[in-house]
């Protein structure tokens, strides 16, 4: 028996493969499925199952594209409707993998169809549970999400219920959850990829002993807004996709400046994936930043409009990066890249823009005789709430989706944008140079620099809840 967890650290994400005497099965695939088919080829396999444990939100799978090349087959759990050929499994219904077994737990709460996987190994063992976003480290899926019509408290009653069969499970039973920390789909996950049962019963606040009221309360308070895209990836999952091949074919195409001209005026979107600090050094006019080296493709889903054509402009090597990650929340509209990046821009005479970055001791400054100064901090909300500059406004970047809440500043104001560490800002301000907002500065190293300023006015967490 081998099993291999295959996170994806921008998503959150972990897809697993497991083998047994030749036979395997890959649990929750990425969209760009070769890594799972190169697997199966080097350890000499067939891929005989692709497990889904639910509808995902946050990335689209890779069962269709994956099932037509192996010809395994697609499981889904029970109340599982699809636009594509699957199979559905039944509560407690068992799957022989080689010389071992996986058996379906039907766990509703984070959807209705939601399903766990118990991997029994040859010797009959209960060994690891494939908890999809039922059951993660330090937390479980939250009941908001693809939920038809039924409320989140409803969902969550369901969940209550479902934690009820995983709790008894023996405590060495491995935990293989679909996301790690950083992931939209629970409140707060834990550090780590993977638990056991027994750990997760000694830690996880949603496992322990209270009423199905408690329990509720406590999976629905605190819930964030889930980013815009999650019920597109939930409804393209649901329906089908796309091939990856034919949309690689158009996406990868090279364009010229001329190319980038016209499109623009055709109001395509130019994204720009270079790293947040090589971007405001230089970037054409009304291009959109959303580096590689952060959460890329959520703030893609979350930021950018699905039905809109896209052009890459990208660090020269890193065109077909960009394209598959985009491809994993849905994007399908991509036209091509700018051959060459943006310095074949540069020397084509075409204008640029930039985006003036200032250290904080330089804001810090400022604050003491500028009356125009106004202080954005792109932050979520809660960590605005954790400790702030005294006089910053929160603009929290998802909320930047609506332009209208850029409609407040005045050609007067003097902009200084932050975020935590420098990443998020930049896309806001690319966002905000887009809507005509020019006089702005991005504040490097982010709040994590700001609150180290001696004499920086700041708001500090216990003020706040005060």
């Not at 037509?68 to 499994?89: C, L, M, R, S, V």
């Not at 703030?299 to 994993?328: C, D, K, M, V, Y």
Request: glycine fraction near 8%; charged fraction near 25%; charge should be negative.
């Amino acid at each position: 028996m081998y099993i291999q967890q295959l996170y994806t650290k921008c998503l959150s994400e972990a897809a697993y493969y497991i083998e047994s005497n030749g036979e395997a099965a890959i649990i929750d695939p990425l969209r760009d499925i070769d890594v799972y088919i190169q697997m199966a080829h080097e350890r000499n396999a067939k891929i005989k199952y692709i497990f889904e444990t639910h509808f995902h939100a946050d990335f689209v799978s890779g069962h269709i594209d994956l099932s037509k090349q192996t010809g395994a087959t697609i499981i889904y759990g029970p109340d599982a409707e699809t636009g594509f050929e699957k199979y559905t499994a039944k509560d407690q219904e068992e799957f022989q993998l080689g010389n071992c077994i996986l058996k379906a737990i039907h766990t509703p709460g984070h959807t209705l169809e939601s399903t766990c996987f118990l991997l029994i190994d040859e010797n009959g063992k209960q060994d690891s549970l494939f908890s999809g976003d039922t059951l993660f480290v330090g937390d479980v899926g939250r009941p908001d999400l693809f939920s038809g019509n039924l409320t989140k408290e409803e969902l969550a009653g369901m969940m209550y219920e479902s934690l009820q069969k995983i709790t008894q499970l023996p405590d060495y039973v491995k935990v293989y959850p679909a996301h790690g920390p950083g992931s939209s789909c629970g409140k707060n996950l834990g550090p780590n990829t993977h638990s056991t049962i027994g750990e997760e019963k000694a830690s996880n606040y949603a496992l322990q002993p209270q009423t199905n009221i408690e329990f509720i309360k406590a999976v629905t308070t605190g819930l964030n807004t889930p980013p815009a895209y999650f019920p597109i990836n939930a409804k393209i999952n649901k329906q089908g996709y796309m091939n990856l091949d034919d949309i690689k074919q158009k996406g990868l195409t090279k364009l010229s400046v001329d190319d980038i001209k016209r499109l623009k005026n055709e109001n395509c979107i130019i994204l720009d994936t270079r790293p947040a600090t090589t971007f405001t050094q230089g970037f054409i006019p009304d291009s959109i930043s959303i580096g590689l080296e952060g959460r890329f493709a959520e703030w893609a889903g979350a930021l950018l409009p699905f039905h809109e054509n896209i052009a890459l402009i990208t660090e020269p090597g890193q065109e077909e990066e960009s394209l598959i990650r985009l491809t994993r929340v849905g994007f399908d509209q991509l036209v091509g890249y700018l051959d060459g990046g943006f310095e074949t821009w540069r020397n084509s005479g075409e204008p640029i823009d930039i985006i003036i970055d200032i250290e904080a001791d330089e804001m810090k400054m400022d604050i003491n005789y500028d009356p125009k100064m106004v202080i954005v901090d792109v932050r979520k909300e809660l960590e605005f709430d954790n400790g702030h500059v005294q006089t910053a406004v929160n603009m929290p970047l998802n909320s930047m989706i609506d332009v209208s809440t850029l409609s407040n500043f005045e050609d007067t104001d003097n902009i200084y944008v932050h975020c935590a560490g420098g990443y998020r800002s930049v896309i806001a301000s690319s966002l905000m140079k887009r809507q005509g907002i020019h006089n702005l500065r991005n504040v490097l190293g982010g709040y994590e620099q700001i609150k180290i300023i001696e004499g920086m006015p700041l708001v500090a967490a216990k003020e706040v809840l005060n």
